[in-house]
């Protein structure tokens, strides 16, 4: 038994359950809102509290795909700093944990098909995946 590998594997089971749940949270008040498809109802939805770190850029499938305050041109998650974005809105609590490097405890990657990996830094083979196609938040 090593407890080592037991309580990194928590670490990473505890931070993707924090995404699936602001997953769908975001998913839910996305059908709260009556399900829009048009892009300006889609654009900096307020998930919680009332400044821009509690907004989220929903997808036309209803799943959160970037975080960026102001106007968008385009709602997807399509590069590393997109996935970031999701990570700091949907499960950071004031502490910065993941970055697009290995300068933090989680590294934020974009896997390209709408898709981010968030691998711990320490042991890289750990981490999940989240599809802002499906909202599936996967182990690896």
Excluded: H
């Excluded at 594997?9 to 399900?35: D, H, I, P």
């Amino acid at each position: 038994m090593n407890l080592t590998d037991d309580a990194l594997e928590a670490k990473v089971e505890a931070n993707a359950g924090a995404l699936r749940s602001g997953v769908q949270l975001a998913n839910m008040k996305w059908r709260a809102l009556g399900s829009p498809s048009g892009f300006s109802q889609r654009d900096n939805i307020q998930l919680y509290g009332s400044d821009t770190s509690g907004q989220i850029d929903i997808n036309p499938e209803g799943f959160p795909a970037q975080s960026y305050p102001g106007s968008d041109v385009v709602i997807s998650t399509d590069n590393d700093d997109d996935c970031l974005s999701l990570w700091e809105a949907l499960i950071e609590d004031g502490d910065k944990k993941a970055a697009v490097d290995d300068s933090k405890e989680f590294i934020s990657k974009y896997e390209g098909n709408n898709s981010c990996s968030y691998k711990l830094t320490r042991k890289v083979e750990l981490g999940f995946t989240y599809s802002s196609i499906t909202g599936k938040v996967i182990m690896l």
